[in-house]
Structures are given as C-alpha cells and as structure tokens.
C-alpha cells in the first residue's frame, strides 16, 4: 500500500514558468524535512502551504485545516500499529 502524506512547505526554489530551472521544494511533517519535486503539483505552492507528498513529488495542494485533519488521522493510524512496523 502507499501513502501520500501531507507536508507543509518551508522553501520552494524555481518557477511554475521556467523547466530550465530545478523547481522543487523543502517540505516538513512533525519536524522531519525532506526536498521534493514540484513538476506535478495542481497548484503552485507558497512557503506556509501544505501539499501532499508521495515517492519524492508534491502532488495536491492542501487548505491548512484538511493537511492538519489528514495529519491527525495518520499519527491515530501510527499509534494503533505494532511497535515493529514503525521503525
């Protein structure tokens, strides 16, 4: 099974308009930060937005409230799940 999980964007670098340049972003969840692809989102991101990130790409933009109600729903999902399937 895969996850898509949303991540509020701290940094983004390129333009929508210009494939010449890298356009990606720098995204974090509960503190954990990670560079992603920005080629495929919907919609542009701003720093403060949040996106959902599946295998390294922002796919779908997000309204704060549904990326922190998605959030919640995964960190109840985590703490119900064996101790040895989360590390």
Known sequence: MCLAIPMRVTEVHGCPEDFTTSQ??????????????????????????????????????????????NLSLLRELAAQMPEELLS
């Open 24 to 69: 990606i972003a720098i995204v974090d969840a509960d503190g954990i930060s990670r560079e992603v692809r920005l080629d495929v989102v919907d919609h542009w991101p701003s720093v403060g937005d949040y996106v959902i990130v599946h295998a390294g790409f922002a796919i779908h933009s997000l309204i704060e409230a549904e990326a922190l109600k």
